[in-house]
């Protein structure tokens, strides 16, 4: 049976509106046969843009939604309780189990706040945190919290560590990840109270746990398959690594378009592209919910990031990746 998708078509904050969203879906849809995926917006107007991208699949559905939160939108009592937006009924499709997962590139507050209100943790006190992944020298490296809570303890990054780390193992394939706490540097005495504490934690808990990696260590060496850090550094981390993989990648284009022909910067930028790409890692999952809910970045004018966010998660469906969250948790929550 065909794992159904809940994509939120609005929110997007490029200028191409729903128009990548929707190429994207259908692009997914084209690369895996046991897809489906349902987008919720305003239904004449998607069904307007599916016709005018000149889009048809069989396995491609509308859902209608009448209005949209915005990136301007303040989070408020009102919007917690609204059903009507593209992101309140693409979650109710989870909710009700018509679809597996939920995927919005809207605002991240609301999409948190919704999430933390309308679904159930995994288990009692477990806080939710944004996971996601990027490339290294030797594969790519899981890192969270990407900013679902600024502030935490040595419990909750433990509990993170253990949800990055099935992540890492269920959605990205590495059997026996390497698990680091992200710091400013190696030494015990390096990092803050948090980390020294949580530090000691993971080594009597954490399976696979190698101690403190610094930002560069793990994501340019592969020092480690996962990095844990609080919401707030770890937020810095990841918008860091973004914008330093387009400033190399621009760069590298123009050097090469001064010095060679035209097809050859084609053939060496799309060679180098396929491995750090950002539309390739641009979605993060909110883990510790009941049900798999990812954000994707909200000013995106590709249809590879909605297509790579879609695959990914029935990948992370397939493998009932929440399920065994929930398996992997409670005798360590009782700490």
């Given at each position: 049976?065909?794992?159904?998708?809940?994509?939120?078509?609005?929110?997007?904050?490029?200028?191409?509106?729903?128009?990548?969203?929707?190429?994207?879906?259908?692009?997914?849809?084209?690369?895996?046969?046991?897809?489906?995926?349902?987008?919720?917006?305003?239904?004449?107007?998607?069904?307007?843009?599916?016709?005018?991208?000149?889009?048809?699949?069989?396995?491609?559905?509308?859902?209608?939604?009448?209005?949209?939160?915005?990136?301007?939108?303040?989070?408020?009592?009102?919007?917690?309780?609204?059903?009507?937006?593209?992101?309140?009924?693409?979650?109710?499709?989870?909710?009700?189990?018509?679809?597996?997962?939920?995927?919005?590139?809207?605002?991240?507050?609301?999409?948190?706040?919704?999430?933390?209100?309308?679904?159930?943790?995994?288990?009692?006190?477990?806080?939710?945190?944004?996971?996601?992944?990027?490339?290294?020298?030797?594969?790519?490296?899981t890192i969270a919290d990407v900013g679902a809570n600024i502030t935490c303890d040595k419990f909750d990054m433990r509990d993170c560590a253990i949800m990055a780390r099935l992540y890492e193992q269920l959605v990205l394939g590495v059997e026996s990840p390497k698990v680091g706490i992200v710091s400013n540097g190696t030494e015990p005495n390096k990092g803050t109270e948090l980390t020294r504490a949580a530090h000691a934690l993971f080594e009597?808990?954490?399976?696979?746990?190698?101690?403190?990696?610094?930002?560069?260590?793990?994501?340019?060496?592969?020092?480690?398959?996962?990095?844990?850090?609080?919401?707030?550094?770890?937020?810095?981390?990841?918008?860091a690594m973004e914008g330093m993989a387009k400033f190399v990648g621009l760069n590298v284009k123009q050097i090469l378009k001064e010095n060679l022909e035209p097809a050859v910067v084609a053939d060496l930028m799309g060679k180098m592209m396929l491995k750090i790409y950002p539309a390739n890692y641009a979605h993060a999952y909110l883990l510790g919910v009941d049900r798999l809910v990812l954000k994707v970045h909200g000013d995106c004018e590709d249809p590879i990031v909605f297509a790579s966010a879609i695959l990914s998660a029935q990948r992370a469906a397939k493998n009932d990746l929440v399920g065994q969250i929930r398996t992997g948790l409670p005798e360590r929550l009782a700490a």
């Open positions: 049976m065909p794992i159904r998708i809940a994509v939120d078509s609005q929110g997007n904050d490029g200028k191409k509106g729903a128009l990548p969203i929707i190429q994207g879906a259908y692009d997914a849809l084209q690369q895996n046969q046991e897809l489906e995926v349902v987008l919720v917006g305003p239904g004449e107007l998607l069904a307007e843009q599916i016709t005018s991208l000149g889009l048809k699949d069989n396995q491609l559905y509308i859902c209608h939604a009448p209005t949209v939160i915005t990136m301007k939108d303040v989070l408020s009592k009102a919007m917690l309780k609204d059903t009507s937006s593209s992101m309140s009924v693409a979650l109710e499709h989870v909710i009700n189990g018509s679809a597996r997962a939920c995927i919005s590139c809207g605002n991240t507050s609301a999409l948190v706040a919704l999430s933390r209100s309308r679904l159930n943790p995994i288990l009692k006190g477990l806080k939710p945190v944004l996971t996601t992944h990027m490339p290294t020298v030797s594969g790519v490296a009597q808990e954490i399976p696979g746990y190698i101690g403190y990696v610094e930002p560069n260590a793990l994501l340019l060496q592969g020092h480690a398959h996962v990095g844990i850090g609080d919401g707030w550094a770890m937020n810095l981390v990841l918008k």
